[in-house]
């Protein structure tokens, strides 16, 4: 099977080379194939639907206009907020978008949908399919239009850059695509705890609110938010580092070595999303230990 | 019976099925509520640090802890979100069975807002008298006339913003994009009824544009009334606002439900 | 007439969107979309008088339901009359819909987190049911549908035959003269079902109410319907007696037979058209007229232990009168 698979292994640390893994994630070639072949299907039906293409970029549009104005309304009372300029909140405005698309387009269609499969009993048909449920679940289903949100908010941080007059370096950008990808993994991982709930809580249907209401704060730097809830974005529910850090890494508020950091803290998110999956799924199954 | 007496009934009936629903549903309902606070305490958090180097045209930060928390109250009390139902009950057929019965599909909806109003309010002011204690800042006066006058603004507030979003509901009969007008009155909703920030701190001539229209009745006008904000002549002509406004969205509404059966009944559902 | 159905002329006709099927199609109907009328229904007229029990029978898409929604006011006809319990359903309003009930099969009505007893007193309350009526009418109810165990159980605990009973009771609380039920019995099991046509017949009884009844399971039809109203793509093809549209279409009557030994298949087949040979079992089709004389000259030519002359299955003739028409004529 070795062939047909990626392989990842997390190696425990500071142990001697060829001690067992502390955990192994294998994605099996077919695995791609059955996306393919989901995401195929999925454009087959959304392309019918007439101009579902056009309202979904002019509502991003739309979200994105409100949210320049609300800034426009904050900053024509203050110079700075939470020590950021104007158009550095920009540049972390279009990162906010560009994950929204993430989220939208990827992760609420998928794995926000899992309370009610729970519910529904659909869950058991997925895990009697050949494949890993979490990677299926969170992955089946694409909004592919919100997939537009990507450019949108890229396009808006671009701006926002060029209206600094900064002109990011090559390792600035470096570090700005690995923290970019690392918000990505962290966003996923609180959407796979969150919606692990579902397995505790059955009848409650609209656990995925939860996560816009925890997403919120990330509108905003943490900066601008008092200390306390400061430590609450970076250390407890990390939103710091889906918004802040990447946007701070591509305006060169915080240096390159940044994304060292947010490699990290992604990595340990999504052995985290794993772990907790795992346990949910074990109660779910009614298996021991 | 008298006609009176039948409408008590219906209404007790309906009631009392909605509260018993949201009963069921209490853990769901406290999650929206959730969300529905975020919003208002985020913009706090940010007017907060904004505030820190003085008060912003006049809001200093204890009066946006204030403006904040009323308007977390009187939003609950006022929301409406009939128009998302409406939307998914035209088109998943669900209106049939409805329309079938001897009675107008506004008043399940009506004892339904009556009902989830009433339990959300209770947590948010349970959750307001809570922070009172320990945070000074948003503390109100008790004075039976403003709560009097809060009251009547909440009232006409909730009717004015139930026809709202009842007739952009039922836009549902011509076009499957509702949903996207509704999205499209929310979002200039969050400026010009002040769920960002009072109307006081936008720019004169977006606050000028805000006055011709209905949004601030539909919330700043309540909140500012309990938060004794509005005074004086600015009460007279807000409650005069109100009281326009929700007639014109009655009459919208009696409009687009006389012209929308007829479509329904000509295209089916 | 005041609680009877009338229609005359009847006609529906919807203009729909086209879209091929498949990406290319889809993309087409982006830039270009194409329309087309669709006549649901075709100048239908019949008449049912109080207290009848019809059955309305058509396969998928043959214009039922729509008809249906325009018997109860939900549309209104392209062309044509309709007046049901005195009132043109369209413009009847609260009045006429006091005097009709409608349950639909596959949708519900019932509040589904809560017992079906609250769902009653809504109703009560929305059709303006006097208590005392209400207590007697629940109590009747509840006999004939045997709720009394699950009058307090949450809607979403109950089986779907459960369900059903309920609905009907829900229904009934306000005592209509005409009752539109479409597919009551889809997806019930076997006792679920006789149960509901047992109580329909012990209600019509009583109260002699006036009931217009979709269905598919063709033993809706046979037990509870003398009169059936036969529409496919959007024109009436039958409307009479079951036994009358039976010798009308089925010309043909089935022999079955447990035969001894002996008997084969070629000697069979000289007999009749032979539609099933599985020792010893067989099913012979001989026109109708012949069956008596065919069977006669069986016994006597072949070893037969068993016969019986059957009728062809309600379904066969059903069908038979959709793909074929019952005027021989194709609709």
Redesign the interface.
């Known amino acids: 099977m070795r062939s047909a698979e990626l392989q990842w292994k997390i190696e425990p640390w500071g142990k001697p080379r060829g001690t067992k893994p502390v955990m192994t994630l294998r994605i099996p070639h077919s695995a791609f194939r059955i996306l393919g072949a989901l995401w195929r299907l999925n454009?087959?039906e959304e392309?019918?639907y007439?101009?579902n293409f056009a309202?979904s970029v002019?509502?991003t549009l739309?979200?994105i206009g409100?949210a320049l104005?609300?800034l426009a309304?904050?900053f024509?009372?203050?110079t700075r907020?939470?020590g950021w300029d104007y158009w550095e909140v920009v540049v972390l405005l279009g990162v906010f978008n560009a994950l929204t698309g993430v989220v939208e387009a990827v992760l609420r269609p998928g794995i926000g949908r899992l309370a009610a499969e729970v519910r529904s009993g659909s869950l058991d048909l997925v895990l009697a399919k050949p494949v890993d449920a979490q990677g299926f679940v969170s992955f089946r289903r694409l909004d592919i239009w919100r997939l537009a949100d990507i450019p949108l908010g890229l396009g808006l941080a671009g701006y926002a850059l060029a209206r600094l007059g900064r002109v990011p370096s090559v390792a600035q950008l470096a570090a700005f695509a690995v923290a970019l990808v690392a918000a990505a993994v962290v966003v996923y991982t609180i959407w796979v705890v969150l919606m692990s709930l579902a397995f505790w809580?059955v009848?409650?249907?609209?656990?995925s609110?939860?996560f816009?209401?925890?997403y919120?704060?990330a509108?905003?730097p943490v900066s601008?938010?008092?200390t306390a809830?400061r430590f609450v974005f970076v250390y407890l529910i990390p939103i710091a580092w889906t918004t802040t850090i990447p946007a701070s890494a591509l305006t060169g508020r915080l240096g390159p070595g940044i994304a060292l950091a947010a490699a990290a803290v992604a990595g340990l998110a999504f052995a985290l999303a794993r772990l907790v999956w795992r346990m949910a799924l074990k109660r779910y199954t009614g298996a021991s230990g | 019976m008298s006609r009176a007496a039948g409408w008590a009934r219906r209404y007790g009936a309906l009631i009392r099925n909605a509260w018993l629903v949201d009963l069921?549903?209490r853990?769901?309902i406290t999650?929206?509520l959730?969300?529905g606070v975020?919003?208002p305490a985020?913009a706090l958090?940010?007017?907060?640090?904004?505030a820190g180097?003085g008060p912003?045209?006049g809001y200093a930060r204890a009066d946006f802890a204030r403006y904040f928390f009323a308007l977390m109250l009187v939003n609950q009390l006022t929301i409406a979100w009939d128009s998302w139902y409406l939307d998914s009950w035209i088109r998943e057929g669900e209106l049939n069975f409805r329309l079938a019965r001897p009675l107008h599909p506004a008043h399940e909806a009506v004892a339904e807002n009556i009902a989830y109003k009433a339990r959300t309010a209770g947590m948010i002011l349970v959750v307001w008298l809570l922070v009172a204690l320990a945070w000074p800042a948003v503390r109100l006066p008790l004075q039976p006339g403003r709560w009097a006058l809060t009251a009547l603004a909440v009232l006409l507030a909730a009717a004015m913003r139930f026809f709202i979003s009842f007739t952009t509901g039922l836009l549902a009969f011509w076009t499957t994009?509702a949903t996207?007008i509704m999205?499209?009155h929310a979002?200039v909703s969050?400026?010009l009824s002040g769920r960002?920030?009072p109307l006081a701190?936008?720019?004169p001539a977006v606050a000028g544009a805000a006055a011709w229209l209905w949004f601030p009745y539909m919330l700043a006008f309540p909140v500012e009334v309990l938060t004794g904000a509005a005074y004086g002549a600015a009460l007279g002509h807000g409650f005069a606002g109100q009281v326009l406004w929700l007639g014109v969205w009655i009459a919208g509404y009696r409009l687009a439900w006389s012209r929308g059966i007829k479509r329904y009944g000509a295209v089916g559902g | 007439m005041a609680s009877g159905i009338t229609a005359e002329r009847l006609s529906k006709t919807f203009r729909v969107k086209v879209?091929d099927p498949?990406?290319g199609g889809?993309?087409r109907?982006?830039v270009r979309?194409r329309y087309r009328d669709v006549h649901a229904v075709r100048e239908v007229t019949f008449r049912i008088e109080p207290g009848e029990i019809v059955g309305f029978l058509g396969p998928n898409g043959a214009g039922k339901t729509t008809t249906l929604k325009m018997l109860t006011g939900l549309l209104h006809p392209t062309t044509g009359r309709v007046e049901v319990a005195g009132f043109v359903p369209w413009t009847g309003g609260p009045a006429f819909k006091r005097r009709i009930a409608l349950v639909l099969g596959n949708r519900q009505q019932l509040v589904w987190d809560l017992p079906p007893e609250e769902t009653f007193q809504l109703n009560r309350a929305i059709y303006d049911v006097p208590e005392a009526d209400y207590r007697e009418r629940l109590a009747e109810l509840v006999a004939l549908l045997q709720l009394r165990e699950v009058l307090e159980k949450p809607v979403r605990q109950l089986s779907l035959g459960e369900r059903m009973k309920c609905e009907l009771a829900a229904a009934l609380l306000h005592r209509p003269p005409i009752l539109f039920l479409d597919e009551p019995t889809l997806g019930l099991d076997v006792t679920a079902q006789e149960a509901i046509r047992g109580f329909l017949i012990a209600y019509r009884e009583r109260h002699g109410a006036t009931v217009l009844l979709t269905s598919h399971y063709m033993q809706d039809v046979t037990a509870l319907a003398s009169r059936v109203l036969i529409i496919n793509r959007g024109r009436l093809l039958y409307d009479g007696g079951l036994d009358a549209l039976v010798a009308r279409i089925a010309r043909t009557k089935r022999i079955e037979l447990v035969l001894g030994d002996g008997a084969t298949a070629e000697a069979l087949a000289a007999f009749g058209e032979l539609k099933s040979f599985r020792f010893p079992n067989a099913v012979l089709e001989v026109p109708r007229e012949e069956a008596a004389a065919t069977s006669a000259r069986l016994l006597a030519a072949l070893p037969v232990a068993d016969l019986s002359i059957e009728d062809l299955p309600i379904e066969d003739v059903i069908r038979r009168a959709f793909t074929d028409g019952v005027e021989e004529d194709d609709a």
């Not at chain 1, 009848?203 to 656990?207: A, F, K, P, Q, T």
């Open positions: 454009l087959a392309l019918q007439r101009a309202a002019l509502g739309f979200w409100t104005l609300t309304l904050f024509g009372h203050t907020l939470g809580f009848s409650v249907e609209n656990l609110v939860l816009d209401a925890v919120e704060g509108r905003y601008a938010y008092p809830l | 069921q549903y853990a769901s999650l929206w959730l969300w975020t919003e985020v958090g940010i007017w907060w640090t904004i180097d912003v045209a994009r996207a999205d499209l979002g969050l400026f960002i920030a701190l936008l720019p | 879209r498949g990406l889809a993309l109907a982006l979309p």
